[in-house]
């Protein structure tokens, strides 16, 4: 999956660098990365309803937040195909990511392909969480 954003940061700020899902599930799944712990794991994925299992952006929130003990993060982030995954052969994905500053749920979409791989395997949502600080460079570096 080709994705850049909050999503990325936090996966990279988990410790992984590139994330591979070999396979297909007999039943919806999410992928679940906890930096904290350094784990991956797998749950099936909820089922919510027709008006936000349809949607991307409706179906992560609602995702995040019950992933999340029911509340926003900017510590928690997800990618989900929408509905077009199913329809087409270039279907893309959504990074989701909880905006502070706005109070709200943001989406930016990436990833040409790999919405449709994601619906087709199974593959409901990837959900990536890390309480872990951000690597701040320092500004003392001196150049030789």
Same mark, same amino acid.
């Given at each position: 999956? /080709?994705?850049?954003?909050?999503?990325?940061?936090?996966?990279?700020? &988990?410790?992984?660098? %590139?994330?591979?899902? #070999? !396979? *297909?599930?007999?039943?919806?799944?999410?992928?679940?990365?906890?930096?904290?712990?350094?784990?991956?794991?797998?749950?099936?994925?909820?089922?919510?309803?027709?008006?936000?299992?349809?949607?991307?952006?409706?179906?992560? /929130?609602?995702?995040?937040?019950?992933?999340?003990?029911?509340?926003? &993060?900017?510590?928690? %982030?997800?990618?989900? #195909? !929408? *509905?077009?995954?199913?329809?087409?052969?270039?279907?893309?994905?959504?990074?989701?990511?909880?905006?502070?500053?706005?109070?709200?749920?943001?989406?930016?979409?990436?990833?040409?392909?790999?919405?449709?791989?994601?619906?087709?395997?199974?593959?409901?949502?990837?959900?990536?969480?890390?309480?872990?600080?951000?690597?701040?460079?320092?500004?003392?570096?001196?150049?030789?």
């Amino acid at each position: 999956m /080709e994705c850049a954003g909050h999503f990325a940061l936090i996966l990279r700020m &988990s410790g992984f660098d %590139a994330l591979a899902v #070999p !396979g *297909i599930s007999k039943e919806e799944v999410v992928l679940i990365v906890e930096g904290d712990e350094g784990s991956i794991s797998i749950a099936s994925a909820p089922v919510f309803g027709d008006e936000i299992d349809l949607g991307a952006l409706s179906y992560g /929130e609602a995702l995040l937040k019950r992933f999340n003990n029911g509340e926003l &993060s900017k510590k928690i %982030a997800a990618v989900t #195909p !929408g *509905i077009g995954a199913f329809h087409t052969r270039f279907g893309i994905v959504s990074s989701l990511f909880f905006d502070k500053r706005r109070n709200r749920m943001r989406s930016k979409q990436a990833g040409r392909g790999d919405g449709t791989v994601m619906r087709f395997n199974r593959l409901r949502a990837v959900i990536v969480r890390s309480s872990l600080p951000r690597v701040r460079a320092s500004l003392d570096t001196t150049r030789e």
